[in-house]
């Protein structure tokens, strides 16, 4: 029998603390040289993720992300396509 989730995964976070630094505020207005474009990914439960990318197209079930923010927690972020509602490069 196939296993039900509540939620479908939407994404894979690459961390570098499991404690993370809840009462940090992370900036979405650094420009970070080397990492590709940067891109605004709307998920479809709401969530916003800001960050560069070099592999992002449409057609593949996912691409990886790292955050804008080179003092996030997370390191990159493997986005699941069929989980955004919206994606939309940003032209400084």
Do not use: C, W
């Not at 479908?8 to 009462?23: D, I, M, S």
């Not at 479809?44 to 993720?49: I, S």
């Amino acid at each position: 029998m196939p296993s039900r989730l509540s939620q479908p995964l939407k994404a894979v976070y690459f961390v570098k603390t499991y404690e993370g630094r809840p009462a940090y505020n992370e900036r979405t207005d650094i420009e970070r040289i080397g990492f590709g474009k940067k891109i605004k990914i709307l998920f479809k439960d709401g969530e916003t993720q800001i960050g560069y990318t070099q592999g992002y197209t449409p057609n593949r079930s996912g691409f990886i992300v790292f955050p804008a923010d080179p003092e996030s927690n997370n390191e990159r972020i493997y986005v699941v396509t069929a989980a955004t509602s919206k994606i939309e490069f940003i032209h400084p």
